[in-house]
């Protein structure tokens, strides 16, 4: 598993909302915002959270054009550092991500991740929980990560 996990704020709203955020405490140990995903985290950033942002501005503003500021500054950053772990939804900068050869996840595959390592003991649960947000996950998509996980 990658030392550096980069979370973009989707990952960060939807746990939060079903007070879970301490999902990717448990995972991953620390993890890293940019300040853009903290401004639209809007919250309070848990100890555990790291704020960094990339040093070099100009891909963040080129990748800018093409997905939101906060995934954008996600993907700027992760260019920096050595072999992350992006956690991103949005299929645009996952797009975008794959086409830089950059390592990604979604929340479902942390919540499936989670499971697998026994932090959290039925995915079901949480799933219900993440729908009854206005979180948008396909059926498919969920009756894969249950099937995937064993349930």
């Given at each position: ?150 349930e």
């Amino acid at each position: 598993m990658q030392s550096v996990i980069i979370s973009d704020t989707s990952c960060l709203v939807i746990l939060s909302k079903i007070n879970k955020l301490h999902i990717l405490n448990d995972l991953f140990g620390n993890i890293i915002i940019t300040t853009e995903v903290a401004a639209e985290f809007g919250e309070e950033i848990p100890k555990w959270i790291e704020l960094r942002d990339a040093k070099d501005q100009l891909p963040q503003t080129l990748i800018n054009s093409s997905i939101d500021l906060g995934e954008a500054s996600s993907i700027a950053l992760a260019i920096e550092l050595t072999d992350p772990l992006l956690i991103l939804d949005d299929l645009k900068a996952r797009n975008f991500a794959e086409s830089l050869n950059l390592s990604f996840t979604g929340t479902i595959g942390v919540l499936m991740n989670a499971k697998s390592k026994k932090i959290i003991p039925n995915l079901k649960v949480i799933l219900d929980q993440i729908q009854r947000t206005d979180f948008r996950i396909s059926k498919n998509l969920i009756e894969q990560a249950l099937k995937l996980s064993g349930e």
